[in-house]
T-cell receptor
């Protein structure tokens, strides 16, 4: 039972354009959401997060949007750069002493 | 400030053997989580340790066990290895304080191959 879903295994975007990565979750108890980025041969690194009390969080080129009623969140990268090419994992947790659940990831390729 | 380090980076074992993977947490962190990442999948939660006690476990059999030491370093032990145990094993440390345990800092992982 996959509680965090990323239905697009891969995404290809031109440099300078917007990248939109989507994520859906099934567990309504989740109230904290995170995005991680992973390069080959490295561990995932934290990118940006959002609490369920917000619907948007911005950090430079990265913005995460949360739609609680739809149990959907998205990561926007504007403008996309070739260095953004990586696998992006959506993750969710409850703000307690609880585990972080990851989605299967979306591989983003930014074409120069 | 040192990051999360894992050893070894690569390991080859045969079915039925036992393996121990090691992790040193980032300085100042008190919690360690272990994840298994199979090819093409996201990290799957194995278990978490806080103050040397198991503090949550995913859907993994008892032959997956762990330890956290007073210096917050950790081990993952897997007994009776099976072919499906072949995966990247990721250790992540974090600071659990108050009601939040948010940002995980990952090591580069140990790639385990079971033949």
């Amino acid at each position: 039972d996959q509680q965090v879903k990323q239905n697009s295994p891969s995404l290809s975007v031109q440099e300078g354009r917007i990248s939109i990565l989507n994520c859906d979750y099934t567990n309504s108890m989740f109230d904290y959401f995170l995005w991680y980025k992973k390069y080959p041969a490295e561990g995932p690194t934290f990118l940006i997060s959002i609490s369920s009390i917000k619907d948007k969080n911005e950090d430079g080129r990265f913005t995460v949007f949360l739609n609680k009623s739809a149990k959907h969140l998205s990561l926007h990268i504007v403008p996309s750069q070739p260095g953004d090419s990586a696998v992006y994992f959506c993750a969710a947790t409850k703000t307690s002493y609880d585990k972080v659940i990851f989605g299967p990831g979306t591989s983003l390729s930014v074409i120069p | 400030e040192t990051g999360v380090t894992q050893s070894p980076t690569h390991l080859i074992k045969t079915r039925g053997q036992q393996v121990t993977l090691r992790c040193s947490s980032q300085s100042g962190h008190n919690t360690v989580s272990w994840y298994q990442q199979a090819l093409g999948q996201g990290p799957q939660f194995i278990f978490q340790y806080y103050r040397e006690e198991e503090n949550g476990r995913g859907n993994f059999p008892p032959r997956f066990s762990g330890l956290q030491f007073p210096n917050y370093s950790s081990e993952l032990n897997v007994n009776a290895l099976e072919l499906d145990d072949s995966a990247l094993y990721l250790c992540a440390s974090s600071l659990l304080s108050g009601l939040t345990n948010e940002k995980l800092f990952f090591g580069s992982g140990t790639q385990l191959s079971v033949l």
